[in-house]
Antibody, heavy 119, light 107 residues
């Protein structure tokens, strides 16, 4: 059974960089059948795809966030990470790390972590 | 970006009743549609993919249908654990997008 667990600060100041890590257990992130993805959920925008990274190094980012987002994989630790720069209050949301099937649907979700952007 | 529109926003029903949820895409997504269930304080959970294929552990009372732009999730007989929010998601085009959700509440 694959399990994902997000970690990182719950409070980030405006204009700073949000950094989250997802620890994966029960499966290898090096597997070529999946991508490792971040999704967020806020009251204002609902569920929003942030981006994905494949083990090959290929990535896709939501065009609305692409200029501020980087996703990276650390296969040695079986983890992947999200960095989002220049955050504002609009980035306040629950952030989920997920495993995305190669077709594009999510079969495993982390429990989610609330990140609040506030001074 | 493909816009996913779900209706109704809220569906009130009684246990044992049939529930029908709709999802419309702003352009054709073939059968590249998934449905998720989300309960308060929990992450969404995959119910259906490929528009009609039940995921592992999805009860048989859940069924999905449709292709192109019109999709339906049917719960044949509502159980107490089915009262939740349901989201559709398209994976035909990047960026992948979700609908706004349908809340199924107890009547």
């Amino acid at each position: 059974q694959v399990q994902l667990q997000e970690s990182g600060p719950g409070l980030v100041k405006p204009s700073q960089t949000l950094s989250l890590t997802c620890n994966v257990s029960g499966g290898s992130i090096s597997s070529g059948y999946y991508s490792w993805t971040w999704i967020r959920q806020s009251a204002g925008k609902g569920l929003e795809w942030i981006g994905r990274m494949y083990p090959s190094g290929r990535s896709n980012y939501n065009p609305s966030l692409e200029s501020r987002v980087t996703i990276s994989l650390d296969t040695s630790k079986n983890q992947f990470s999200l960095k989002m720069s220049s955050v504002t209050a609009a980035d306040t949301a629950v952030y989920y790390c997920v495993r995305e099937q190669w077709l594009g649907y999510v079969d495993y979700w982390g429990q989610g972590t609330l990140v609040t952007v506030s001074s | 970006e493909i816009l996913m529109t779900q209706s109704p926003a809220t569906l009130s029903a009684s246990p044992g009743e049939r529930a029908t949820l709709s999802c419309r895409a702003s352009q054709s997504i073939n059968s590249n549609l998934a449905w998720y269930q989300q309960k308060p304080g929990q992450a969404p959970w995959l119910l259906i993919y490929g528009a009609s294929t039940r995921a592992t552990n999805t009860p048989a009372r859940f069924s999905g249908s449709g292709s192109g732009t019109e999709f339906t999730l049917t719960i044949s007989s509502l159980q107490s654990e089915d009262f939740a929010v349901y989201y559709c998601q398209q994976y035909n085009n990047w960026p992948l997008t979700f609908g706004g959700g349908t809340k199924v509440e107890i009547k």
